[in-house]
């Protein structure tokens, strides 16, 4: 029996038509966030001020970083729970080697992000070669970093009052009344949406989510490009670590838990697929920002935690709902 492929003019039609959906879908995210905007806009004339419009912009620096990085293990057909309490280990090692070691700034911060690199190569290496879901893997990576950040610190806050300069990388302003944090999300993006679209990386990331086994037998080695891509993702985790602690001026063990359903979210929401295979840095921007504006809108308008809980909740149902009917229909 002979398997007759689709002529290449219908090949490339439908790799044309996939492309226009993935447009599609950001086209409706942002005119998602544009009516989310415009409507508390109407509500609270607070709302609608360059001040807030900023406060916005940085509240996005760390959601946005850690859903930069979700995005290559999401679009992989992968998950990673543990980068909320990662970032969170990752910004009391900042502590250790800073405050307790007295190491430089130039170096205790690549360090500190590296770090999170290391945590994102034990996931893809318990994720490719221990055959571990991504789901339980990363799970229990979640649970090692939350205990991990408690006894590093010995549960108690590390402070950075006596490393010079470490606040301003997330407070200071190189651009007037734009904080650093905020041009800082704006660089890394730009670097992910490079390599997630023009490298090697990116091509097999895509490559791994829409098929792993025919990636494989094309001689790609999958466990290792998975490795790759989980470590690459903790390098983002390892800067959110080092972003919100330069934000608080010090490293809180206890923060991070709720951060990695936020970051999926906004990826989500951003037109990435549960199931790997498409997504896109510029989706996931898009995503965070509707969280961010969510959030921000809701507590101006004085709604409760346990309710704004609930609508980002409901949220995030729509966007995978809405994933669900997309896939579908390719």
Known sequence: MTTVKAPAPERQQGSVSAAIRSRLQQLLAFASLVVIYAFFSIVSPFFFSYGNFIAILYSTVVIGTLAIGTTFVIISAGIDLSIGTGMALCAVM?????VKLGLPLALGVPLSVLFGGVLGLVNGINVALLRIPPFIATLAMMLVAEGLALVLSNSTPIYFTDVAGYSDLSIGNLIPNVPNGVLILLVVAIIAGVLLTKSVLGRYTYS?????????????DVRKWKIAIYAFAGLFTGLAGVMISARLGSAQPATGMGYELQAIAAVVIGGTSLSGGKGSIVGTLIGALIISVLNNGLQIMSIPQEWQNVILGGVILVAVYTDRIRKKEA
């Not at 791994?208 to 790609?220: C, M, P, R, V």
């Open 94 to 98: 900042a502590g250790v080697f800073m």
């Open 208 to 220: 791994i989510g829409s098929n792993e086994e025919a990636t494989a037998l094309s001689g790609i």
